[in-house]
C-alpha cells in the first residue's frame, strides 16, 4: 500500500496508511493518531517530509484500536492523551481495547493522560460508538472535525461490533455531530 502525505490546509497535513495521521503544525505540533505499525517506515518517510519527530509535542488518540495506535514510539518526546473511557477501558483488557495482543503489549510501556474538554485550540467531543472511549476533535477556527472512526466520508460509521464497542449509543454520537457544520471532514480511514 502507497503512503501518501498532503494538505488539508495552510498548517495541517493528512498522511494516509491505512489509517490517517494527522498532523497540526500549531504553536505546537499535534499528531492525531498514529497509523498502523505494518506501515511504520513509510509512515515515519512521510512524516518527517513535515516535522522532525522529536518536535512532536502532543499526540492525541481518537481511540485505542491497533490501527490508530500502532507508530505512537515514534514520538519520543511527546505527552499522549485519550478519553478517560479509552485508558480504563485499556487498563481492564488490553487486548480488546487495542484488538491485537503485541501492540497492546507494546504500548504498556506510554503514560496516557486523560484528555480535558479542550486541547491547543481543539474542542473535545465525546462520541461512544464505535468504543466506548472515541472522541472526536472540533477546530472552530477551521470549520474542521477529525472524525476517528466515529463518521466516515459518504455518512458511513464505524464498526459496532468490537469488544469496546457501545452500539446503543453511536446514534446520539452521530446526532450531536451533526450540529458541528464542518466544512472539512478528517475522518480515521477514507472508506
Ligand atoms: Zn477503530
Request: hydrophobic share 35%.
Amino acid at each position: 500500500m502507497k503512503s501518501i502525505i498532503e494538505n488539508v490546509t495552510d498548517d495541517i497535513w493528512k498522511i494516509r496508511a491505512n489509517s490517517n495521521i494527522y498532523f497540526l503544525d500549531f504553536e505546537k505540533k499535534i499528531i492525531i493518531d498514529t497509523g498502523d505499525r505494518g506501515l511504520r517506515q513509510q509512515t515515519k518517510q512521510f512524516l518527517l517530509k513535515v516535522v522532525s519527530l522529536d518536535k512532536v509535542e502532543i499526540v492525541i488518540f481518537t481511540h485505542l484500536h491497533y490501527d490508530h495506535i500502532g507508530n505512537f514510539d515514534l514520538f519520543s518526546d511527546a505527552k499522549f492523551y485519550a478519553s478517560q473511557d479509552a485508558i480504563s477501558d485499556y487498563k481492564n483488557n488490553p487486548e480488546g481495547t487495542v484488538l491485537v495482543k503485541d501492540i497492546a503489549e507494546k504500548f504498556k510501556k506510554i503514560n496516557l493522560k486523560p484528555i480535558h474538554d479542550e486541547i491547543q485550540g481543539l474542542k473535545v467531543i465525546k462520541t461512544p460508538g464505535h468504543t466506548k472511549g472515541s472522541i472526536c476533535l472540533w477546530y472552530e477556527k477551521e470549520k474542521i472535525l477529525f472524525s476517528g472512526d466515529t463518521l466516515f466520508g459518504k455518512k458511513s460509521h464505524g464498526r459496532l461490533d468490537l469488544p469496546t464497542s457501545v452500539p446503543g449509543n453511536m446514534r446520539e454520537s452521530l446526532m450531536n455531530l451533526v450540529k458541528y457544520n464542518y466544512k472539512i471532514l478528517c475522518p480515521g480511514h477514507d472508506y
